[in-house]
């Protein structure tokens, strides 16, 4: 229920990065979420570095230049 509570918030923006685990059901979760807030400003931020998510490639010493690289290769 959180998209309906923020739709005013993400009404403002044209591009919105989102970054779910890496894994099948994350995947699945990251494109229902980008259909409902509309598919022309989501943008998909692939895995960092080739981690299963954010925080484990943050414990595991990812840089900064690693997750700069992950957003610039996002895609719509």
């Not at 970054?19 to 400003?41: C, M, N, T």
Request: aromatic share 12%; hydrophobic share 45%.
């Amino acid at each position: 229920g959180w998209i309906e509570y923020e739709w005013e918030n993400l009404s403002r923006f044209e591009r919105i990065y989102l970054s779910f685990d890496a894994d099948e059901p994350g995947q699945k979760a990251v494109k229902e979420v980008a259909r409902r807030i509309g598919l022309h400003r989501c943008w998909i931020v692939p895995a960092v570095a080739g981690h299963k998510d954010v925080n484990e490639a943050l414990v595991s010493g990812a840089t900064f230049a690693d997750f700069s690289k992950a957003i610039a290769e996002a895609k719509c």
